[in-house]
């Protein structure tokens, strides 16, 4: 299996190849060269495999040069209960992603149960297992350096403390980030995880990132990378919940069943289209936002038009709070029959600042065959679907989940099972809660006073010099 860049001027790569990168040279995203496909007699044997063994089958089709016994070892060790068993009381942790029926035909998917409880800790912490794994073969180190304003810094934190040859430079805005978040980033007392709090708002972490990273010499001398969601690895380990979701919600591998996905940058829902492609039987993939609505306008309108970041709204459910959507492109791809040219002229048009329309070509025609739907959720849609959720069922969401299932319940097929893709936990968002229900979330055992552990960060202005100084001080040469 080898890898192919969606703007067509790079060469192809093997998976291990494309797995401490990001953006391929010519500035695409990397996909496989063909999607491979999952056959009706696969699908019969796999509806029976645990977790790990159901990763193994759809994770061996893309990482085919990782040896099947390491790449086993890896994932065995990777999903196992006691790394996802953060969640509510009543889950089921052995199932990894256990399914919460609220009523018969509508379920909840629950992938918050690792340690950082959000949905980012299913690939995050698979990808932790990989680094570490394809350094050690390499004799090689790796330096991630990240801005975050919530879930993916600590997600990447608790997916690489304690990895040999990783260490892990994180920048948040100081005093932007709820005491909740700060605790769990900034309690880890791992000697390769560097906390670093920049004073001002996330765009001053983000920039001073970026300009590490144009700064070519000093990125390979001390060996620079980053972990974000465009990474291929993530979208992978990504695919397996679709079938496994799949499989909790339905009987026999007759039906078709929709998914509802509350979507930012595209890489969670991203990883539902490619299992559908491989011949996972979707009905419906629903793409849910919140404000920000830029892929629901598209998915309705046909017109892809990204804010820039002075208009994306601050809203209650953050983590959707995106002006681009940096995993678009692949879809993009596939929609225009693999069109390299095709993308390399739509995206001209979007890293200039504009934007592009489809109505009124012959993809938008095309559009329909990849079963999307799409709306969006307000913060009093947010707070009313929480409430109903808790009154008629006794079930507490988050935001984001919340979204997802006010625009599930409304663009549903009635016929299809609907499962809804949880991806945090209450707890992590209590202010909303509190607002919605009146009452504070429970935290899951253990979490109840993180707020008072030892925290461990680095407190500094937005100034590049300082932060270089600062990592080179650290990385030992
Ligand atoms: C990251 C995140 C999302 C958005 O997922 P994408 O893959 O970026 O579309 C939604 N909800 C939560 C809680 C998240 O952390």
Redesign the pocket.
């Known amino acids: 299996m080898k890898y192919i860049s969606t703007r067509g001027n790079s060469p192809a790569k093997t998976f291990t190849e494309i797995l401490l990168g990001g953006l391929a040279p010519d500035g695409g995203l990397y996909l496989p060269q063909i999607y491979p496909q999952v056959s009706r007699a696969e699908l019969d044997a796999w509806r029976s495999l645990s977790y790990a063994e159901l990763a193994f089958a759809v994770l061996s089709k893309f990482a085919t040069d990782i040896p099947a016994d390491d790449l086993r070892a890896i994932i065995s060790k990777t999903y196992t209960a006691a790394v996802y068993s953060n969640g509510r009381a009543d889950s089921d942790f052995k199932q990894i992603t256990p399914l919460r029926t609220l009523e018969p035909g509508v379920h909840i998917l629950e992938l918050?149960n690792g340690p950082t409880l959000?949905?980012?800790d299913m690939a995050m912490q698979l990808l932790g297992n990989l680094f570490e794994y394809a350094l050690d073969k390499q004799h090689d180190e790796l330096n991630i350096l990240g801005a975050t304003s919530?879930?993916?810094g600590s997600?990447a934190e608790y997916a690489m403390r304690g990895k040999r040859g990783i260490r892990v430079f994180m920048l948040s805005p100081h005093g932007k980030m709820s005491a909740f978040q700060r605790a769990q980033m900034y309690s880890l007392q791992d000697p390769n995880i560097f906390n670093i709090a920049i004073r001002g708002v996330f765009d001053n972490a983000q920039d001073i990132v970026k300009a590490v990273s144009n700064d070519h010499a000093f990125k390979a001398k001390y060996k620079i990378g980053t972990v974000n969601?465009i990474n291929w690895a993530r979208v992978s380990a990504?695919i397996v919940y679709y079938f496994k979701g799949y499989f909790a919600a339905t009987q026999s591998n007759d039906e078709q069943a929709a998914f509802s996905?509350?979507?930012?940058?595209?890489?969670?829902?991203?990883a539902g289209h490619i299992a559908r492609m491989m011949g996972l039987p979707i009905g419906q993939l629903i793409l849910a936002t919140n404000e920000n609505d830029v892929l629901d306008e598209f998915f309705r309108t046909g017109v892809y038009r990204p804010r820039d970041t002075r208009h994306t709204y601050e809203t209650s459910?953050p983590?959707?709070d995106?002006s681009k959507?940096s995993?678009f492109e692949r879809f993009v791809f596939d929609l225009v029959g693999r069109d390299a040219d095709q993308v390399r002229e739509f995206w001209a048009r979007v890293d200039a600042g504009g934007e592009f329309d489809i109505k009124g070509t012959p993809y938008w025609d095309a559009l329909s065959q990849f079963k999307f739907a799409s709306g969006k959720s307000t913060h009093q849609d947010r707070l009313k679907t929480i409430r109903e959720l808790w009154e008629e069922y006794g079930v507490m969401v988050?935001t984001?989940?919340a979204d997802g299932l006010k625009v599930g319940l409304e663009q549903r097929r009635p016929s299809l099972p609907l499962i809804c893709l949880e991806?945090?936990l209450p707890a992590?968002f209590e202010e909303t809660i509190v607002e919605a229900l009146g009452r504070k979330p429970e935290r899951p055992a253990g979490m109840e006073g993180i707020e008072n552990l030892p925290q461990r960060v680095e407190v500094m202005d937005a100034d590049l010099a300082r932060l270089k100084a600062y990592i080179a001080a650290h990385v030992p040469q």
């Open positions: 918050s959000a949905f980012k919530g879930d993916t997600a969601s990504q996905v509350p979507s930012g940058n595209f890489g969670n829902i991203c459910s983590s959707m995106i959507a995993n988050d984001h989940t991806t945090a992590k």
